[in-house]
């Protein structure tokens, strides 16, 4: 209001001082005269100003077609309309932001938005759960402080030519990050975050893959290959001497062979991602096979007994499901003292089936369990050696379970035994009723 009566009266007050002052100097008809120049100068002015507004408005489409009313009528008009467009386009924007702002909350990729000083100006929820962030309490706070880790802060000062960078152990914990910093608006910046730990878990199990194999066979060909040195460069051995080595060529050799075989099962397996057939097996006469390969093996030492508290068959595989409850049964009888027990049992009830291994051997300890189906993972490498196990036998029950849409269960204890329970959907269980439960 200050500056419109400004405006107004300052030129006002000019003009009446200057028309005072020719009248007294001229007489009153110049003093008219004065006044009407100056006025009329005001005039043309506001009028030409006026003009100038109607046609900027006239540039920004306001509106079309002709208007009634005089100059003044249609500015007005047009400044109505320019601000109800303003006011539109205002509320498209924030519904815009609404919708940006709801899809980055459903990104599975972090979004963090920073200033140039590495300060928080918003983040998605993905972006809380990987950097350990809180927006509503965290909004305005150095990104540094809450991930202190240098390496991350000299990546935010100084990001590579590509900006990517990869932070491991985030928070203490085993998560991977792959980050990503890009430039997003004027003094603003988007840091991006993917979490990479299955692919970096992955790459890991890879790695460890082919050093163990590359370490399972190098062990029986360097056994032979030395066996083989000594016959071609030395004197003729005598019977027994030869014998000896040819039979421990033999068993190295078998134990070659062993490992490609369980290598090929496991590659057949992992590259199916069918589910099983739905093919009834017998529960019964697999249980008596079952049973008849435990005792084999054990070769008297151990008791073993097996029992089928139902009738019911699994629908699946039955090459499959030989192989993982035959790993199984090989495990216990291997990991058991002579003496120790094994029962091998198959019961079902309304929800599922159950195949479980028994044993009172050696046990495991807790923190191996979470890692036992991993390929080549060895509690005890030296005595998995000694007992003829490869790694990968419960790899392959693993890999049969999901292809039998079922899951591995096991429980163990130090010194008490272990059970391996291998439990089947109700969708895979098939009604026998030519047959009654055996033990």
């Known amino acids: 209001m200050k500056a419109f009566l400004t405006y107004v009266l300052g030129p006002l007050l000019v003009i009446l001082s200057l028309s005072a002052l020719g009248s007294l100097a001229f007489g009153w008809v110049w003093g008219i005269v004065i006044l009407t120049v100056f006025m009329t100068a005001v005039v043309a002015r506001d009028s030409w100003q006026l003009l100038t507004l109607k046609r900027w ?6 509106e079309t077609g002709y208007q009634l009313g005089g100059t003044w009528n249609q500015v007005f008009s047009r400044l109505y309309r320019l601000e109800k467009h303003a006011d539109q386009t205002q509320h498209k924007l924030r519904e815009a932001l609404e919708r940006f702002q709801l899809a980055g909350a459903t990104l599975p990729s972090g979004v963090v938005i920073i200033d ?5 100006i918003w983040c998605n929820p993905s972006a ?17 402080y809450l991930v202190r880790r240098t390496d991350f802060a000299a990546f935010l000062q100084a990001p590579s030519a590509d900006g990517l960078f990869v932070l491991n152990r985030v928070r203490g914990s085993d998560l991977s990050l792959s980050l990503q910093l890009v ?39 360097t056994v032979i290959g030395g066996f083989i040195e ?31 075989e369980e290598l090929l099962t496991l590659s057949r397996l992992e590259s199916q991602h069918s589910p099983a057939p739905d093919i009834p097996v017998r529960m019964t006469p697999l249980m008596q096979q079952l049973l008849q390969m435990g005792r084999h093996l054990s070769n008297g030492q151990h008791d073993i007994d097996a029992t089928c508290t139902t009738a019911d068959d699994i629908l699946g595989s039955e090459p499959e499901l030989l192989s993982a409850f035959g790993n199984l049964v090989t495990n216990a009888v ?31 300890a807790a923190e191996h369990l979470p890692r036992l189906t991993e390929r080549f993972y060895r509690v005890d490498r030296a005595r998995s050696r000694e007992t003829g196990g490869t790694g990968l036998g419960l790899a392959i029950v693993k890999q049969v379970a999901m292809h039998h849409d079922a899951k591995l269960e096991i429980s163990s204890e130090l010194g008490k035994g272990s059970t391996f329970s291998f ?17």
């Open 116 to 120: 140039t000083s590495d300060r928080i």
């Open 230 to 260: 000594t016959m071609m460069d030395g004197d003729p051995l005598d019977p027994a001497t030869q014998t000896r080595v040819l039979t421990t060529m033999h068993a190295q050799a078998l134990r070659m062979q062993h490992l490609v």
């Open 423 to 439: 439990r089947l959907p109700i969708a895979r269980i098939a009604t026998n009723l030519s047959e009654t439960p055996t033990e």
């Open 334 to 364: 291997r990991y058991t003292p002579p003496g120790g027990k094994i029962r091998l049992l198959w019961h079902g009830d309304r929800n599922e089936g159950v195949f479980s291994v028994q044993d009172s051997g050696i046990g495991i």
């Open 183 to 221: 430039p997003y608006s004027t003094g603003e910046r988007m840091l991006v975050s993917h979490d990479i730990t299955q692919i970096e878990r992955d790459e890991r199990i890879r790695r460890d893959f082919v050093a163990n194999v590359s370490h399972e066979l190098r062990t029986p060909l």
């Open 57 to 62: 408005l006239e540039r920004h489409h306001t």
């Open 128 to 144: 809380e759960t990987h950097l350990g962030i809180r927006l509503k309490q965290d909004r305005g706070q150095s990104l540094t």
